[in-house]
């Protein structure tokens, strides 16, 4: 690899260890950087634009949760509905931390298709128009 491929891959470690993702969910920063690059990263040849790179640098260096999930947001959520049953407060006791990453980006991609732009617009609007 060269070295700005190089950069590049250390930059998506860095953030999906920053930012908890795993390989599925960093998949979509891709689509942010143009399948181009994500499809040349093992081209020796290929040269990333230092300029695009920063720019991604600079946006997800910046990136602020909108919200987190736990095990307790789980319980609760059963407990409101169908009540919390020996078997389903067993199966959230022995979720792992894969599984609740998986969780929360299932999470953040329904969050996202339904109400997420929607609501942000409302709230700035609001509170800061």
Do not use: C
């Not at 190089?6 to 860095?14: D, P, V």
């Not at 390989?23 to 399948?35: H, I, K, R, V």
């Not at 919390?84 to 998986?102: S, V």
């Amino acid at each position: 690899m060269n070295p700005e491929t190089e950069a590049l891959a250390r930059l998506m470690a860095s953030i999906m260890k920053k930012n908890g993702l795993d390989e599925q969910q960093a998949g979509g920063l891709w689509d942010d950087l143009g399948d181009e690059i994500g499809g040349h990263m093992e081209d020796p040849d290929f040269e990333v634009d230092t300029t695009l790179l920063n720019a991604f640098k600079y946006s997800y260096d910046r990136m602020i949760p909108v919200t987190y999930i736990t095990k307790d947001d789980i319980r609760a959520s059963f407990e409101n509905v169908d009540g919390l049953t020996p078997e389903i407060k067993k199966l959230i006791d022995n979720m792992t931390d894969d599984d609740m990453r998986y969780l929360a980006g299932k999470m953040a991609d329904d969050y996202v298709g339904q109400m997420y732009w929607e609501s942000m617009r409302i709230i700035v609007e609001d509170h800061f128009y």
